[in-house]
């Protein structure tokens, strides 16, 4: 499985993004999905989570009220929608893709993981 995370980019606080994670394989869509971030130096941390249907939603503290995510099977694409971003949600943000049907927040849980997509929002 090959995971292709993209549409990060540099914006104020304030603004909003949305990321994409693409899957090459149909097979994802009976995966729960999630996305990480990690700035350099410090450790990966969970952001949100959804379950293969994703009707099931988890989110980080940090990340309740302003980022949503969603998925969309038919087309093998999970969103991250981030809005009110913060100077303190700059980090290079991974999907990834849990070994199980669920929606988690341990790294441990997703077996395939994609390329990051840097956010960088100034202040």
């Known amino acids: 499985v090959q995971l292709q995370a993209f549409g990060g980019g540099l914006v104020q606080a304030g603004d909003s993004l949305r990321l994409s994670c693409a899957s090459t394989?149909?097979?994802?869509?009976?995966?729960?999905m999630g996305w990480f971030r990690q700035v350099s130096g410090k450790e990966r941390e969970f952001v949100a989570a959804l379950d293969w249907r994703g009707s099931n939603t988890y989110y980080a503290d940090s990340a309740k009220g302003r980022f949503t995510i969603s998925r969309d099977n038919a087309k093998g694409t999970v969103y991250l929608q981030m809005n009110s971003l913060k100077p303190e949600d700059t980090a290079v943000y991974y999907c990834?893709?849990?070994?199980?049907?669920?929606?988690?927040?341990?790294?441990?849980?997703?077996?395939?993981w994609g390329r990051g997509t840097q956010v960088t929002v100034s202040s």
């Open positions: 990834a893709q849990n070994r199980w049907s669920g929606a988690g927040s341990s790294a441990l849980q997703y077996s395939y």
């Open positions: 394989r149909r097979t994802s869509s009976n995966n729960g």
